[in-house]
């Protein structure tokens, strides 16, 4: 599927759904802040992109795992049922991470991850060897010089559906069912201060 078909095939089920679309203010009952406004609605990712989301990043038991945005928590409950790493999920929306933690615990992994309300644009990810995506194409291009500054070196960004724009063209894009699913290293070349002000690093 091209991106202007999936964006619209992203659209499309969110409202198909029931879920407002962007953006959506999100009810906080539990600690009195005003609502949020959601950057992206919920669409879950099926369960065999996210599988192989997880193989393409070579996850592994030695991996911190955050994903932004992070749904049900199915990505990072499946990184550490699957491979036995530890993650992070960040998600605005209170209902969200209250599924994501009922999701680990029934997996029984809740000892491995954890589950926050937070924005993703306020989540410190330094200590992330693999962060993974399913956002929209300008959120993507907005956290970019996030992901360059604060992952080290070696750690992969894989994103379901959008890219981070032709300034950091991905190392692999894959076809899954349809889907498609981007992956990119970091490298010495997003560390090091770019000529043109960080706009290109591929
Ligand atoms: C398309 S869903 C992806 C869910 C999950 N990552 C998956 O792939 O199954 C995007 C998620 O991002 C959350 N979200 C939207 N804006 C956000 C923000 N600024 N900070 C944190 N989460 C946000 C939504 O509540 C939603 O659950």
Redesign the pocket.
Known sequence: MNPIMHRRHFLLAAAAGGIALLPAPVACAQDKRPPAR????????PQDVVDRMLELAHVAKSDYLI?????DG??VVSAAREFGAQGLG????PE?ITEARANAKKAGVGTRVDFRI????ETDLSRASVVTL??LPDVNVKLRPKLWQQLKVGSRVVS?AFDMGPEWPPERTEDVGGRTIHMWTIGPAQKAPAADGGRSRA
């Not at 960040?90 to 929306?93: A, F, K, Q, R, T």
């Not at 937070?118 to 644009?121: E, I, K, M, R």
């Open positions: 959601l950057d992206v609605p919920y669409v879950p990712t994903d932004l945005g992070c749904g199915r990505i960040i998600d605005l929306n969200r937070a924005n993703l644009f399913y956002l379901h």
